[in-house]
């Protein structure tokens, strides 16, 4: 699916620059700050809020030009236009950037019109602000999907409809990593229209607001938190409902199950073991100890626990640590592939 970019929904990765700062749950595991430090000898020495940001090289720059010189070959053989996702390692509406930088970007979005530019933030209130002065009346280029990560039921309450106030031809929700379940099938928020008479028009639901894509998954990584089925579940039902393109990218970390066969934990040498049932009707004990950081269940009400599992309440689901290549990104047998209509 991606020429440049080992992600699920894009074709090339754009990186203007480099450095952050954590701004909620979702940046909890922040893979770019992990990597910042890593090539910085142990210090994520672009991140926080007085850190310098690094601006990526000229050569770097030219890039979404030769993608967007290629976009007849690119056509040619996907029958659709390329996707950058832009920025992987930093937040374009981050206020600690030198605004100078994001012109310059701007810029080159605009120069690139054969390029489908995917803005996704975890800072959507700050996209009014930052937008650079060029941008006539506040309205995205043409060729911007303005993206907002969601991952809880109050960032959705609180973010999209920051989201659906900026004029964008395509928006869509990244709602990874997931950690909770989310309904976007309530109304959103505003005074409901009063028609005279006591009748009220209410106003639509969230999903049915102006969001044209849904792209839902879990966590991965050192310290990656689980994600209940039903979330991504629900989600999808809701897109279908709504008649919204769903994405499902990954499980990340956790491989969940549910239901039958009911999951079982035995004591091997004295510590406890998940049992693996065989298709023949045996079954063995694994060698992977259970613990708080390899196995979790959820009971009906939703609530989740570490570790071993004690049968005296009823399990709805439960997830394993497997990594993220194991637990792949099958949705109730299949995967879920959607994209905005071109
Ligand atoms: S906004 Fe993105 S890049 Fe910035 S700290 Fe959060 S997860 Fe990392």
Redesign the pocket.
């Known amino acids: 699916m991606s020429e440049n970019s080992k992600i699920e929904w894009t074709d090339h990765t754009f990186n203007p620059w480099e450095g952050?700062?954590?701004?909620?749950p979702?940046?909890d595991h922040?893979?770019?700050?992990a990597r910042n430090a890593r090539f910085a000898g142990g210090t994520a020495i672009n991140?926080g809020p007085d850190a310098p940001r690094r601006r990526t090289s000229a050569s770097n720059w030219a890039k979404p030009r030769a993608w967007n010189d290629q976009a007849g070959v690119f056509m040619a053989k996907h029958g659709r236009r390329q996707r950058v996702f832009c920025a992987s390692?930093?937040?374009v509406f981050?206020n600690a950037v030198d605004p100078a930088w994001r012109a310059d970007l701007f810029a080159l979005i605009q120069a690139t019109p054969a390029l489908d530019w995917l803005l996704l933030t975890?800072?959507i209130g700050n996209v009014h602000s930052l937008l650079p002065e060029h941008i006539t009346g506040g309205e995205l280029p043409n060729n911007v999907w303005l993206g907002a990560?969601i991952t809880s039921q109050a960032e959705a309450d609180r973010d999209i409809p920051k989201l659906l106030s900026v004029p964008a031809r395509v928006r869509f929700l990244s709602m990874e990593p997931l950690l909770g379940p989310v309904d976007l099938e309530r109304p959103r928020p505003g005074p409901d229209l009063d028609q005279g008479g006591g009748s009220k028009i209410c106003q639509p639901w969230l999903i049915q607001s102006g969001i044209d894509w849904v792209i839902v998954g879990g966590e991965s990584g050192p310290g990656a938190r689980p994600m209940h089925p039903d979330w991504a579940r629900s989600l999808r039902d809701q897109c279908a409902a709504a008649g919204v393109p769903y994405l499902f990218k990954q499980w990340g970390e956790w491989l969940p199950g549910e239901n039958e066969p009911h999951p079982e934990v035995k004591e091997l040498n004295g510590s406890p073991r998940r049992v693996a049932h065989h298709q023949d009707g045996r079954w063995g004990i694994t060698s992977t100890k259970v613990t708080g950081h390899n196995y979790v269940t959820w009971d009906e009400e939703g609530v989740m626990r570490p570790g071993k599992v004690d049968f005296c309440w009823p399990v709805r689901a439960w997830a394993e640590r497997v990594g993220k290549k194991a637990a792949g990104r099958l949705l109730d047998g299949r995967t879920w592939d959607e994209f905005p209509a071109p």
Do not use: N, S
């Not at 952050?20 to 909620?24: A, F, L, P």
């Open positions: 952050c700062q954590k701004v909620g979702g940046c922040c893979y770019a700050e991140w390692l930093a937040d981050d975890k800072r990560t």
